[in-house]
Nanobody, 119 residues
Framework: QVQVVESGGGLVQPGGSLRLSCAAS????????MGWYRQAPGKQREFVAH???????NYRDSLKDRFTISRDNAKNTAYLQMTSLKPEDTAVYYC?????????????WGQGTQVTVSS
């Protein structure tokens, strides 16, 4: 079993920055990918960014100029650096971990961290 915990959310003014962290722990054999999703009130959860084990990244097109995903493999931790934040970035941000073990790939989610962009 893999546990996923997000941190770093909070209240920030428009134009500000935040860095989210996602830490995976537990019975970890191999993490294939770590990603971030977000869900705003009344909307569906949407993809933000992910990073695979080799370091390749992928972003939602509308966010790639402001958000940067990175990963510390030794710590099984991923980060999401968010800059020039806008009110429309307000959402709960969830971390997803794709874990591989014994030929089986499993997806794990954290509980989410709230990001509120407001003056």
């Amino acid at each position: 079993q893999v546990q996923v915990v997000e941190s770093g959310g909070g209240l920030v003014q428009p134009g500000g920055s935040l860095r989210l962290s996602c830490a995976a722990s537990g019975s970890i054999f191999s993490i294939n990918a770590m990603g971030w999703y977000r869900q705003a009130p009344g909307k569906q959860r949407e993809f933000v960014a992910h990073i695979i084990s080799g370091g390749t990244t992928n972003y939602r097109d509308s966010l790639k100029d402001r958000f940067t995903i990175s990963r510390d493999n030794a710590k099984n931790t991923a980060y999401l650096q968010m800059t020039s934040l806008k009110p429309e970035d307000t959402a709960v941000y969830y971390c997803n971990v794709i874990h591989w073990s014994g030929g089986i790939s499993e997806s794990y989610w954290g509980q989410g961290t709230q990001v509120t962009v407001s003056s």
